[in-house]
């Protein structure tokens, strides 16, 4: 149910190490609010959204993934273009769809695991002070993937349960019984990694 | 962090994610769709306290940003933080942990149901509302260009359902209390 949004492939941008694709996103994000010309931006949406093409991806899914960030773009855009002008908004519509094509590009071509990777090289300066544990944050988002279905379908389990006595399905009578059954698990899920010896 | 404290906060996290995949609620009265997501980072200050609860928020954006689809309508990924919007997911990770600490002020077990209601509610408006649309608005003016007051002003209509919201995170964190408590208490 919850499987990352990495498509396969055996692209250039699939085979790019993925520290270089987040550095080149991060220098790009820095380099597009640098320029200001539309033409220049307007050229960089255009590359832009001709590497998230090279991606692979389907044309209808590439579309479903970016539309809600783009259409928060367009509102911007048209607020710039109805209270300020034109060239404003243009600059604003292709620095952000560059920007948001880039990032789509990167996210669709980089696995799960390699981003835990870099997340846990990133940890590693807060790991000598002893403000966090790498392994700690693997283990939690392991544990989200494992349990986010199973709660998923103790919330359908709790609304069947209202359904079958009659009473009315409200929001709050299923949220507040959902949240309490899956925290009261917690000694138990916790009790199970300290027997197998996980965190040390 | 306990072994303990670890898979409380994984586990709001998922609650989290599970309130994202739910259908959008709407009500007649206002012109936005009200997701139960940002319920839940509301809820997570109430229930966990402003450590554990603000780290269950950090969690959620950390899987938005390795990219799994845990926001509301199957979004996620980088782009998510490319956008305008960006600044309202990276602030439930302030929003969670404001509405925790005023939390853990102001509700103890044992008061009587109306203070402790009212505590969870100032403390959801605070951290929720007030402190995510603090972020938010910072992060839209700057992505706006020159249009920020405009896009500030638009960005109001969500906070009648978000008052409800808030409204609601009072009534189940003190239904949570009183049935499984876990709020730290602070004096």
């Known amino acids: 149910m919850l499987t990352g949004l990495d498509i396969e492939g055996d692209t250039p941008l699939h085979r790019a190490p993925a520290r270089a694709k987040l550095v080149g996103l991060f220098v790009a994000a820095v380099g597009l609010f640098l320029v200001s010309s539309p033409f220049l931006l307007g050229a960089a949406a255009i590359v832009a959204a001709g590497l998230y093409a090279s991606t692979g991806i389907a044309p209808r899914e590439a579309i479903r993934r970016v539309r809600f960030v783009l259409i928060t773009v367009l509102l911007v855009a048209a607020a710039n273009y109805l209270f300020h002008s034109a060239a404003d908004a243009l600059a604003v519509l292709f620095r952000l769809s560059a920007l948001v094509l880039l990032a789509a590009a990167v996210t669709a071509t980089t696995t799960i695991s390699a981003f835990m990777d870099e997340i846990t090289l990133m940890l590693r300066p807060l790991e000598r002070f002893g403000l966090v544990r790498a392994a700690d944050v693997s283990l939690a988002v392991g544990l989200v993937l494992r349990f986010a279905p199973e709660i998923l379908a103790r919330y359908a389990d709790i609304r069947e349960a209202h359904r079958a006595r009659g009473l009315p399905v409200r929001p709050l009578g299923v949220l507040v019984p959902l949240v309490i059954l899956t925290l009261r698990d917690a000694d138990t899920i916790a009790l199970a990694i300290d027997a197998r010896g996980f965190r040390r | ?187």
């Open chain 2, 1 to 187: 962090m306990s072994t303990r404290d670890l898979v409380l906060v994984a586990l709001f996290a998922a609650i989290i994610v599970v309130l994202g995949m739910l259908p959008p609620i709407t009500l007649g009265f206002i012109p936005v769709p009200i997701t139960a997501q940002s319920l839940g980072v509301m809820l997570a200050g109430c229930t966990l306290g402003a450590r554990r609860g603000a780290s269950a928020c950090l969690l959620v954006v950390l899987l938005v940003a390795i990219g799994l689809p845990v926001l509301s309508g199957g979004r996620g990924g980088l782009a998510v933080f490319a956008g305008p919007t960006a600044g309202y997911l990276v602030g439930w990770v302030a929003g969670a942990l404001v509405t925790g600490l005023i939390a853990e002020r102001l509700v103890r077990e044992g008061q009587p149901q109306l203070q402790q209601y009212l505590g969870f509610f100032l403390a959801a408006a605070v951290g929720g509302i007030g402190v995510v649309y603090l972020l938010g608005i910072a992060w839209l003016s700057y992505m706006s260009g020159k249009a920020f007051v405009e896009t500030t002003l638009a960005s109001l209509v969500f906070i009648p359902g978000d008052l409800i919201k808030a409204v609601a995170a009072a009534l189940a964190g003190r239904a949570v209390l009183a049935g499984y408590p876990l709020l730290p208490a602070r004096t």
